[in-house]
């Protein structure tokens, strides 16, 4: 009890700077053709557990919800029961993606009320949930595209330390096992929380959304990146980080620049009924050769990085603390900047729409996104989107 005491506490002065008081990242919703499914397949390839569920077996009439877990990340993966519901409009637009990047806060109906006064647009009114355990209020705000950001505030035992504890997630979860969770916690993949989640939007729109995370979520500009930083011979794109007031989460935002042939951005719209959307969770560990290793082991395929990125890399980044033979074999992606280095790869598109993906990243003092790579990057990228027919 004193434990959960002193972690809210820290959760207050954490957010104190924070107009809006964001403590955590609460979940990330997905709306999937299939949950069950789903679940097996981020649990198989991507080492999460299978922790929770509502469906029909729990009461639930609507949809099916599958919690899945791993270190402080919380995806919720969600299916609706029958053709009138909302998540089914969306996966029949849009594929499988995310919905919702939800925040807790303290006190959800008043950030959501701010969120308001500051110009965002209600995505849907305060709701509350309760039961024995405790109480629930969620209330939605609507940003780019499609997505949604929720504020969720939890109380008794619904607060954030005890679901991190395996407590249950929401009124009308229940406990999963699986023998697939029982092989994760035996074979970890290490990712330990959401690092970065990046939207793409349709070109010149960027800005717009740069301002709205600016007056609405009471964001900062973090890093500003230009069509020149991230370019090839045949496509650009323009990028800038908006952070939270305490840097709990960053948001970058990309937009199509002009290039000779289709930008990876472009590409997303195409396949993404031409709405914004979020195109990459990026997923922290502590050891990104041990994550990779182990990712690619359970058939997790990563962007493949051409051969001619490590003939030059070394001279770019200098010493770094990995073995570099292995990072080479393994075809992890490495950058530096003034205040040290970091690792990152990111996986091929996790269904068959070139839409969402994942990153994986390990950070070693610095705190951008692989500018120096992103030019290697989107050459390798350029070739996939090639051999798709999409170039
Ligand atoms: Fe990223």
């Given at each position: 009890m004193s434990t959960i005491k002193s972690e809210m506490q820290e959760a207050e002065a954490r957010s104190k700077n924070d107009p809006l008081h964001l403590i955590d990242v609460d979940h990330i919703r997905f709306n999937v053709g299939n949950a069950k499914q789903a679940a097996h397949f981020y649990a198989s390839c991507f080492g999460f557990n299978i922790t929770q569920a509502s469906d029909l077996t729990t009461g639930a009439r609507r949809e099916a919800q599958y919690l899945i877990t791993q270190g402080n990340i919380r995806l919720l993966l969600c299916s609706g029961l029958?053709?009138?519901?909302?998540?089914?409009?969306?996966?029949?637009?849009?594929?499988?993606?995310?919905?919702?990047?939800?925040?807790?806060?303290?006190?959800?109906?008043?950030?959501?009320?701010?969120?308001?006064?500051?110009?965002?647009?209600?995505?849907?009114?305060?709701?509350?949930?309760?039961?024995?355990?405790?109480?629930i209020t969620m209330a939605g705000i609507k940003t780019y595209g499609e997505v949604v950001h929720s504020f969720v505030s939890r109380e008794d035992g619904y607060a954030i330390p005890r679901i991190k504890d395996g407590g249950r997630f929401a009124p009308g979860f229940s406990h999963r096992t699986s023998e697939l969770?029982?092989?994760?916690?035996?074979?970890?993949?290490?990712?330990?929380?959401?690092?970065?989640?990046?939207?793409?939007?349709?070109?010149?729109?960027?800005?717009?959304?740069?301002?709205?995370?600016?007056?609405?979520?009471?964001?900062?500009?973090?890093?500003?990146?230009?069509?020149?930083?991230?370019?090839?011979?045949?496509?650009?794109?323009?990028?800038?980080?908006?952070?939270?007031?305490?840097?709990?989460?960053?948001?970058?935002?990309?937009?199509?620049?002009?290039?000779?042939?289709?930008?990876?951005?472009?590409?997303?719209?195409?396949?993404h009924d031409q709405t914004p959307g979020v195109q990459h969770l990026a997923f922290r560990t502590d050891d990104e050769l041990h994550s990779v290793a182990e990712l690619r082991g359970r058939g997790v395929d990563f962007l493949r990085i051409p051969d001619e990125y490590y003939e030059g890399v070394w001279d770019r980044v200098g010493m770094i603390e990995e073995d570099q033979q292995r990072v080479k074999d393994l075809g992890i992606l490495v950058d530096r900047d003034e205040e040290g280095y970091l690792l990152q790869l990111f996986t091929m598109p996790l269904q068959d729409r070139p839409t969402l993906f994942f990153e994986i990243i390990c950070r070693r003092g610095s705190q951008s996104f692989g500018k120096?790579?992103?030019?290697?990057?989107?050459?390798?990228?350029?070739?996939?989107?090639?051999?798709?027919?999409?170039?």
């Open positions: 029958s053709s009138t519901e909302g998540s089914c409009e969306h996966v029949r637009r849009f594929g499988d993606g995310v919905k919702d990047i939800a925040f807790t806060v303290f006190d959800a109906e008043k950030a959501w009320e701010q969120a308001i006064r500051n110009g965002g647009e209600s995505a849907y009114d305060p709701r509350s949930y309760s039961d024995d355990t405790g109480r969770n029982t092989f994760n916690d035996a074979n970890p993949c290490g990712l330990k929380y959401v690092d970065h989640c990046v939207g793409n939007v349709e070109e010149g729109k960027m800005d717009q959304w740069v301002d709205w995370y600016d007056q609405v979520m009471d964001f900062s500009l973090f890093k500003h990146f230009d069509d020149q930083d991230i370019s090839t011979e045949h496509s650009a794109l323009m990028s800038k980080v908006m952070a939270s007031g305490n840097h709990l989460i960053k948001m970058p935002i990309n937009e199509p620049a002009d290039g000779l042939r289709k930008s990876q951005i472009e590409e997303y719209l195409d396949w120096g790579n992103f030019k290697a990057l989107f050459e390798a990228l350029e070739i996939e989107q090639n051999r798709r027919g999409n170039l």
